[in-house]
């Protein structure tokens, strides 16, 4: 069963062996060099962590390990075994629950770029914004994100003279305004060559550098339109970076958090009011209350599975005598994220909580990661021409026994047994195991006599010493 999955398993981790090998590789070398004596463990995509060296041999199962740190450490950093979890990064809002220390996971395998695999991993409702989605204007409507920018605020302090450019820049017509044509929209080279580039790409290319420029300085430089979906093509390739005004901006403009140049923030917000009914604090206030929205819709999304987000989000945004409730501590995760539990608390009933350290719960949660092995192991009733047997069926194969008891004892002592291999092989001292075991017999109604099957899964877990 599922032969088409693993297949795809292994060819994925086939893939990415050498990529594993190089990156920890270079970890090992760097800790060596740093003269630091300590044990190197890997992430999994289910919260629990590994030794390297199985590590090594299945790195597909290290696959959105990042959203599986931070649901673990919101949990060890709020002391909340059940939560939900809302981790705002960059580029993208993830949910994700923990239920009774254990993270909610996936029931049919981890999606990896577009293929089904058999690695179970955390489940988790993902949006495309974050705090440095780019905040653009068109028709008058401003939109959020999907790509990810470096807010004017960090450019202003990265690069200088950037305020005097982005005060002197043209307005473009709004017929012409579109995702890579904005006011406050400027671009950077990054510094990786191109490879099968096309004329036009080349040419634009070569009029970047690593000094931001507008579209208005590519314009003037080539002396002709240049097409928009070119420069996409470019940021796609990573060629290029671009520079815009973003949800962090709008926290800045409103004083809400002030990590960089706040004039920055406030002199592209001028800039893109004008182009909107609306001034720069009104704009800045509706983007943080869309970024809120968004977190709620992610939330409540992954709280009713299956349920569509358009309806949800009828709800959310509606003038309603009601609103949705969420029965676990809702943690905030991200830098800026304590801007947001007012706004998001007018969207939703919970116990909405940012922890101390909350813009380092990934880092954290890499550091309290657990180790734990789910095994399971069927004992089956088989018969043959009229003979009845029993079959055990575990990760070391088929075997097979005259009595339903024989092969229960068997099963449980194997089950122990691997368990604790993994364990010890992962670094984990046998003092720091426990392993619990949970039973499910099925029998025929009024039959009585031994089960046709029983189904034991074993569930360890331990704590990595330092």
């Known amino acids: 069963m599922g032969a088409y999955e693993r297949g795809v398993t292994a060819y994925l981790n086939a893939q990415l062996l050498p990529v594993a090998r190089h990156f920890i590789d270079a970890i090992m070398s760097d800790i060596r060099k740093r003269g630091i004596n300590a044990k190197l463990m890997m992430l999994k995509c289910d919260g629990s962590v590994i030794g390297i060296e199985e590590a090594l041999e299945k790195p597909i199962e290290s696959v959105f390990s990042g959203p599986a740190a931070s649901l673990m450490g919101a949990s060890f950093l709020s002391r909340s075994d059940t939560c939900a979890v809302i981790d705002v990064g960059g580029t993208s809002t993830d949910v994700s629950l923990t239920h009774g220390g254990f993270p909610q996971l996936v029931?049919?395998?981890?999606?990896?770029?577009?293929?089904h695999t058999k690695v179970k991993a955390i489940r988790m409702e993902t949006s495309a914004m974050g705090g440095d989605s780019h905040v653009w204007i068109r028709n008058r409507g401003?939109?959020?994100?999907?790509?990810?920018?470096?807010?004017?605020?960090?450019?202003?302090?990265?690069?200088?003279?950037?305020?005097?450019?982005?005060?002197?820049?043209?307005?473009?017509?709004?017929?012409q305004l579109a995702e890579n044509i904005q006011p406050t929209k400027f671009f950077v080279r990054t510094g990786k060559e191109g490879i099968g580039l096309g004329n036009h790409e080349k040419e634009i290319l070569a009029t970047i550098s690593e000094e931001p420029v507008s579209i208005n300085d590519i314009f003037w430089k080539l002396g002709r339109l240049i097409s928009p979906d070119h420069i996409d093509s470019l940021i796609q390739k990573r060629l290029i970076q671009a520079i815009g005004f973003t949800p962090t901006d709008a926290l800045h403009v409103l004083g809400e958090y002030t990590g960089w140049d706040t004039e920055a923030s406030i002199t592209g917000a001028k800039i893109l009011a004008r182009l909107t009914p609306m001034d720069e604090y009104e704009l800045c206030r509706k983007v943080k209350k869309e970024v809120a929205i968004n977190m709620a819709l992610s939330l409540m999304g992954y709280m009713f599975e299956g349920v569509e987000r358009q309806a949800i989000e009828k709800i959310l945004r509606g003038d309603y005598y009601s609103q949705f409730k969420v029965n676990v501590p809702v943690i905030l995760l991200g830098g800026p994220v304590r801007a947001y539990v007012e706004e998001l608390g007018k969207l939703i009933d919970a116990q909405i909580i940012v922890p101390e350290h909350a813009e380092v719960g990934n880092a954290v949660g890499a550091l309290v990661g657990k180790g734990i092995k789910r095994i399971e192991i069927l004992v089956k009733s088989f018969y043959e021409k009229s003979q009845r047997s029993i079959l055990v069926f575990s990760p070391e194969g088929r075997k097979q026994f005259e009595t339903h008891q024989e092969a229960v004892e068997y099963a449980t002592k194997l089950g122990n047994q691997l368990i604790l291999d993994y364990m010890v092989d992962s670094g984990i001292e046998y003092d720091d195991i426990d392993i619990s075991v949970k039973s499910e017999d099925l029998a025929m109604e009024d039959c009585g006599g031994s089960p046709i099957e029983t189904r034991l899964v074993f569930l360890g877990v331990g704590v990595p010493k330092a």
């Open 142 to 175: 401003v939109n959020i994100g999907p790509r990810r920018v470096v807010p004017l605020c960090l450019a202003a302090v990265k690069y200088p003279g950037f305020k005097e450019l982005l005060k002197s820049g043209r307005t473009p017509s709004r017929f």
């Open 107 to 115: 029931d049919t395998g981890a999606v990896v770029g577009g293929w």
